[in-house]
């Protein structure tokens, strides 16, 4: 009777955390590069937004609204252009500390680039509603650049004096016989709430960004301590023979900056012009010292998934570590990349990865992979599909409009929302996965020769020697971790545990065990 209580309870945990791929978008024809977010106050709350066509709008932004986690959305509602001809692009979500949701991206002539515009909607109903945009940088105020191309918002959630702060970066748009060099990333700061914005060049004498680098594009992010932070790529030999990665930081809301070398040398970037390449910052929540930078490489044999990582503000940041784990030199191409911090330090990264594909290069079969890096361990657990099945390449993947998805991570649950064309169009696609899930390539201990009693528990859970030394994880059954450490004795105790189902995680050099338990 035990054996079968706990098979069925494990089938529940399974159901619970590996939850199927649901559609969010509605259209037939194109719906492409999606963003999420989350209310900080509930994570039940979610807001898509993407790049979708609109029956005599061209390709508008379109958003959908979910309360229950992403098991249900609202039917998407779309953003009318500043200009009927125009169309949008490059939408990017955020809240701020009040509660209010703010919308950025593009609005432009994507024919012949004779107007457009970044804007930014805000949204004080979580989402269902959108203000009147307003204007974050114009292209008519960069002549020569076609300066509105990839907005990215990063907004302070801090308490600090800065809080609220909207931070918009952009580059000029990849149109050779429009934009002259040098190029330039742009940052635009709103101080009043996204009521109005001022922009500025964001490199400068020094640390320019140069002209060889078509598009360099900063990736924006807000520390801890309310400090805005960029990373932008540079190459001008008079200032250094070798590549840089620059940042650019400030304790003012943009009015000045300083600046420092990230990283220099070769290793950064890739020569595969299909992949989608776009690199990423990102601020641990509650350490101000410690940034993470996402980017795609060849050095590991193909193009790749890596980082580099800096725990001391700056002073040293690490060598580029590859993050999926497939064989290296096998020809299999990653590329996609997005990540997340939870407000814990958990850091989870997820890829588009054709490690299953029968062939090699950019136009094969594709999953969407993850993995997590744990804050207790700081060990990244082995990745794993997050995809219901593997999409067939379609033509459309290599245009514009599939370059970016978007992950959140919380109470050890990934959300994720990306774009494929599994059947037959490009559409949006969510997955709720809890990180302990059983899928992913954990080894269930045997419950009839585990060794661990009494199952149920009622107070402490005796466990082998064995485990001596490893860290484990109580979770509940919607995956949240209720208890954790490092084992140093024979027994847990579960005296402070609710009554009901639980899983045990031991997680060991070699390999992550689970074994499900109920508490009495």
Same mark, same amino acid.
């Given at each position: 009777?035990?054996?079968?209580?706990?098979?069925?309870?494990?089938?529940?945990?399974?159901?619970?955390?590996?939850?199927?791929?649901?559609?969010?978008?509605?259209?037939?024809?194109?719906?492409?590069?999606?963003?999420?977010?989350?209310?900080?106050?509930?994570?039940?709350?979610?807001?898509?937004?993407?790049?979708?066509?609109?029956?005599?709008?061209?390709?508008?932004?379109?958003?959908?609204?979910?309360?229950?986690?992403?098991?249900?959305?609202?039917?998407?509602?779309?953003?009318?252009?500043?200009?009927?001809?125009?169309?949008?692009?490059?939408?990017?979500?955020?809240?701020?500390?009040?509660?209010?949701?703010?919308?950025?991206?593009?609005?432009?002539?994507?024919?012949?680039?004779?107007?457009?515009?970044?804007?930014?909607?805000?949204?004080?109903?979580?989402?269902?509603?959108?203000?009147?945009?307003?204007?974050?940088?114009?292209?008519?105020?960069?002549?020569?650049?076609?300066?509105?191309?990839? #907005?990215?918002?990063?907004?302070?959630?801090?308490?600090?004096?800065?809080?609220?702060?909207?931070?918009?970066?952009?580059?000029?748009?990849?149109?050779?016989?429009?934009?002259?060099?040098?190029?330039?990333?742009?940052?635009?700061?709103?101080?009043?709430?996204?009521?109005?914005?001022?922009?500025?060049?964001?490199?400068?004498?020094?640390?320019?960004?140069?002209?060889?680098?078509?598009?360099?594009?900063?990736?924006?992010?807000?520390?801890?301590?309310?400090?805005?932070? @960029?990373?932008?790529?540079?190459?001008?030999?008079?200032?250094?023979?070798?590549?840089?990665?620059?940042?650019?930081?400030?304790?003012?809301?943009?009015? *000045?900056?300083?600046?420092?070398?990230?990283?220099?040398?070769?290793?950064?970037? *890739?020569?595969?012009?299909?992949?989608?390449?776009? #690199?990423?910052?990102?601020?641990?929540?509650?350490?101000?010292?410690?940034?993470?930078?996402?980017?795609?490489?060849?050095?590991?044999?193909?193009?790749?998934? @890596?980082?580099?990582?800096?725990?001391?503000?700056?002073?040293?940041?690490?060598?580029?570590?590859?993050?999926?784990?497939? #064989?290296?030199?096998?020809?299999?191409?990653?590329?996609?990349?997005?990540?997340?911090?939870?407000?814990?330090?958990?850091?989870?990264?997820?890829?588009?990865?054709?490690?299953?594909?029968?062939?090699?290069?950019?136009?094969?079969?594709?999953?969407?992979?993850?993995?997590?890096?744990?804050?207790?361990?700081?060990?990244?657990?082995?990745?794993?599909?997050?995809?219901?099945?593997?999409?067939?390449?379609?033509?459309?993947?290599?245009?514009?409009?599939?370059?970016?998805?978007?992950?959140?991570?919380?109470?050890?649950?990934?959300?994720?929302?990306?774009?494929?064309?599994?059947?037959?169009?490009?559409?949006?696609?969510?997955?709720?996965?809890?990180?302990?899930?059983? *899928?992913?390539?954990?080894?269930?201990?045997?419950?009839?020769?585990?060794?661990?009693?009494?199952?149920?528990?009622?107070?402490?859970?005796?466990?082998?020697?064995?485990?001596?030394?490893?860290?484990?994880?109580?979770?509940?059954?919607?995956?949240?971790?209720?208890?954790?450490?490092?084992?140093?004795?024979?027994?847990?105790?579960?005296?402070?545990?609710?009554?009901?189902?639980?899983?045990?995680?031991?997680?060991?050099?070699?390999?992550?065990?689970?074994?499900?338990?109920?508490?009495?």
């Amino acid at each position: 009777m035990k054996n079968w209580i706990l098979s069925f309870f494990l089938c529940c945990f399974c159901f619970a955390l590996h939850a199927q791929n649901e559609l969010v978008s509605e259209g037939n024809i194109f719906e492409g590069e999606p963003y999420l977010c989350m209310d900080p106050n509930n994570t039940q709350h979610l807001v898509a937004a993407w790049m979708g066509i609109q029956f005599n709008n061209k390709v508008t932004i379109k958003s959908s609204v979910s309360n229950d986690g992403g098991s249900t959305w609202s039917t998407p509602i779309w953003q009318a252009h500043i200009v009927p001809t125009y169309s949008s692009a490059d939408v990017s979500l955020g809240y701020d500390a009040n509660g209010s949701v703010f919308m950025c991206y593009i609005d432009y002539d994507n024919v012949n680039f004779t107007g457009g515009k970044v804007l930014v909607r805000k949204s004080v109903d979580g989402g269902n509603n959108w203000g009147n945009p307003v204007e974050v940088l114009s292209i008519s105020s960069c002549p020569n650049q076609a300066c509105i191309d990839r #907005p990215w918002m990063s907004i302070d959630q801090t308490t600090g004096p800065n809080s609220g702060t909207i931070y918009v970066t952009n580059v000029n748009a990849n149109q050779p016989t429009l934009v002259t060099p040098p190029y330039h990333p742009y940052l635009s700061v709103s101080t009043d709430g996204g009521q109005s914005f001022h922009s500025d060049l964001l490199d400068a004498v020094g640390f320019l960004a140069g002209s060889s680098i078509p598009q360099p594009m900063a990736s924006p992010a807000v520390t801890a301590d309310g400090r805005f932070t @960029a990373l932008y790529p540079s190459y001008l030999p008079s200032q250094s023979l070798l590549p840089r990665l620059i940042r650019a930081q400030s304790n003012n809301q943009g009015q *000045t900056m300083s600046y420092d070398v990230a990283y220099q040398g070769q290793g950064y970037g *890739t020569t595969n012009n299909l992949v989608k390449s776009g #690199p990423l910052l990102f601020a641990h929540p509650n350490n101000a010292n410690q940034l993470s930078y996402f980017f795609l490489t060849d050095i590991f044999g193909e193009t790749d998934i @890596a980082f580099i990582e800096t725990t001391n503000n700056g002073l040293s940041w690490s060598s580029p570590f590859r993050i999926n784990q497939d #064989p290296t030199g096998n020809g299999k191409i990653q590329d996609l990349v997005w990540a997340d911090y939870a407000m814990n330090g958990d850091l989870a990264v997820c890829w588009r990865d054709r490690r299953n594909a029968s062939g090699t290069g950019y136009s094969e079969a594709s999953e969407i992979y993850c993995t997590v890096r744990k804050q207790s361990t700081g060990i990244w657990m082995n990745d794993f599909s997050v995809s219901d099945q593997q999409v067939n390449h379609q033509a459309i993947l290599e245009d514009s409009g599939n370059d970016f998805m978007h992950v959140i991570i919380a109470n050890d649950t990934l959300n994720v929302i990306w774009g494929d064309v599994r059947t037959g169009s490009l559409k949006i696609y969510f997955t709720k996965r809890g990180i302990y899930d059983v *899928t992913n390539h954990t080894t269930e201990l045997p419950v009839s020769d585990v060794r661990m009693y009494p199952n149920p528990v009622t107070e402490d859970l005796i466990l082998p020697s064995k485990y001596l030394g490893f860290d484990y994880y109580i979770l509940s059954k919607e995956g949240t971790t209720v208890q954790q450490g490092k084992i140093e004795e024979e027994k847990l105790s579960f005296q402070n545990l609710a009554k009901g189902s639980y899983h045990l995680l031991i997680i060991s050099p070699e390999k992550r065990y689970q074994y499900p338990l109920v508490k009495h």
